[in-house]
């Protein structure tokens, strides 16, 4: 894949990263665009969340480089919402003080950090009582909450590893709505790894599709449907076509 | 929340006898228990089973439990809040000692281990052995009483808050990290708090272990005053009635002291089990 410089946003190269013997990622290369939004679609156990996690620096990699806009992991701004929202917000501190946190950890005085929050939440028109502590809210809410965290401080790139396997059928299209939201006010690079081939494609201009171990891209399908997308979105004949597509590669790569 | 309650009501409780059930009946029965052990004991103080040399009736306990406290010469109450008092000061001791260092103790895995054997030694030698070896460094001046209980304390605060700052869930710490915390952020935001449940369970054990101990040493090393020291001595000159008052007493003292204490921790650790 030949890419120009401006369009390779997120740089991996000759990534490698094996886990207990077993070699996960050999040589792999990937690049992706700056201010789309990407969806990691494989098989189980084919390393997407760590795919994701290494290019947040969360875990260690073997070999290899991963820029993001030229800089080093260590130098670039990185939001990342977890899949768990129960084991990973801090239930000492209220709403606010979470959402606040990574402000806080860049040294931005009190007074500031109150007005880039309401600014945050009067641009997502949300509504919630920042003093109450997280686990006084609802599932989606508490996931919502770690996103405006991810993206309080303005990151150069937004990882999301599986942010809605732990929510109802009702809140995930609540949760939904609001990314593409985020994604529509601020143009943020957004790689999202998803289990649910629909929720992958709603909401990606690319989706990747990994292949078993030892992983590399089996392609990058193109998603173009314009936004802001509905719920009628699932039954547009091109969404139909994108997503049954995406499945027989699926299918395809199972088989080998 | 609503859930856990629904399921401890009775009404949808399958075990329960339910149908006849009356609501305010459930209320009562935290008192059943205690009914039946003062029946218990009434029957057996006046049907002769037991000497009534040495066993008064609850109603004659209880009286002389409230004479004795207030009374002026060799009152309950002076015993109980040096009691309280040393048990307070010897864990606070404990505390201060044992929550910072097991907190540097966690924090550095080397350190641990090369602690760990000895920690987890001593925290299982009865402290009450190492009486008489204290009464040779320290004579049977009244800090003995208050070391060898901060002694006791400190083992097992300094273990629950190691082992807390060591078992603290990583998605936490890799999420400030993830944010751009710094090593200092992350030790005073997340990690700290994150054992914070586990150094309670340190504190509410340490207290109690220092209050059976401070008792323990005001039965075997010389004082004046002390719940410990009266009821040994009543005992020695067959006073069962204060005896048994002195008995309650630490009884209640032991029940308060925990209760304060779940209060406390109620209030600061508020997210625990949620």
Redesign the interface.
């Known amino acids: 894949m030949i890419s120009t410089a401006t369009s390779a946003f997120i740089n991996v190269q000759g990534l490698c990263k094996s886990f207990g013997g077993q070699v996960l990622y050999q040589d792999f290369d990937l690049t992706l665009p700056e201010g789309k939004v990407i969806s990691v679609f494989g098989p189980n156990g084919c390393g997407k969340s760590t795919l994701i996690n290494m290019m947040?620096?969360?875990i260690p990699i073997d070999q290899g480089q991963i820029t993001v806009a030229d800089k080093p992991l260590r130098r670039s701004?990185?939001g990342?919402v977890?899949q768990?929202y129960r084991?990973?917000l801090?239930?000492?501190?209220s709403a606010f003080d979470n959402i606040a946190?990574?402000l806080k950890?860049?040294g931005m005085a009190e007074k500031n950090r109150h007005q880039r929050v309401d600014q945050l939440l009067a641009t997502f028109d949300i509504t919630l009582d920042l003093r109450r502590?997280p686990?006084q809210f609802s599932g989606g809410q508490q996931q919502l909450i770690a996103i405006l965290?991810a993206v309080v401080?303005d990151p150069e790139v937004l990882f999301l590893d599986e942010p809605f396997s732990a929510l109802d059928f009702e809140m995930t299209l609540y949760i939904r709505e609001k990314l593409q939201q985020v994604h529509m006010e601020s143009n943020l690079t957004t790689v999202v790894v998803s289990h649910d081939l629909e929720d992958a494609v709603y909401l990606a201009d690319q989706i990747l599709l990994l292949s078993k171990r030892p992983t590399h891209v089996v392609e990058k399908v193109q998603f173009e449907l314009p936004r802001p997308r509905t719920p009628d979105t699932v039954s547009h004949p091109e969404f139909v076509r994108t997503k049954g597509h995406c499945l027989d590669i699926f299918r395809q790569e199972m088989r080998q | 929340m609503n859930q856990k309650k629904r399921q401890r009501s009775p009404s949808q409780n399958p075990l329960a006898i339910a149908s006849k059930w009356v609501p305010w009946a459930d209320k009562l029965l935290p008192l059943l228990g205690v009914v039946i052990l003062l029946s218990f004991w009434e029957i057996a103080a006046t049907s002769n089973w037991v000497s009534p040399v040495l066993l008064p009736t609850p109603v004659a306990t209880i009286a002389e439990l409230v004479i004795v406290t207030f009374r002026p010469e060799n009152g309950l109450f002076l015993d109980f809040f040096t009691t309280l008092w040393r048990t307070l000061l010897s864990f606070a001791i404990g505390a201060i000692l044992g929550v910072p260092l097991g907190i540097i103790l966690g924090s550095n895995e080397r350190v641990y281990r090369s602690f760990e054997f000895l920690i987890d030694f001593f925290r299982s030698t009865p402290a009450s052995a190492l009486i008489p070896m204290f009464l040779l460094f320290l004579g049977t001046s009244d800090w003995n009483k208050v070391v060898i209980p901060a002694f006791a304390g400190f083992l097992v605060i300094i273990f629950n808050s190691a082992y807390g700052v060591m078992n603290a869930r990583q998605s936490r710490i890799l999420a400030a990290r993830v944010m751009g915390a710094s090593h200092w952020d992350i030790f005073k935001d997340v990690l700290f708090w994150e054992s914070l449940p586990q150094i309670f369970i340190g504190l509410r054990t340490g207290i109690s272990i220092s209050l059976v101990i401070v008792i323990v040493a005001e039965m075997f090393i010389g004082t004046d005053v002390g719940l410990g020291k009266r009821i040994f001595e009543t005992q020695q000159i067959l006073n069962v009635r204060d005896m048994y008052a002195s008995i309650l007493t630490t009884g209640v003292l032991g029940y308060c002291l925990n209760m304060i204490f779940r209060f406390v921790e109620k209030q600061i650790v508020h997210w625990s089990g949620r």
């Open positions: 947040s620096g969360l701004r990185i990342y977890f768990n084991d990973t801090f239930p000492w501190m946190y990574p950890v860049k502590y686990y965290r401080a």
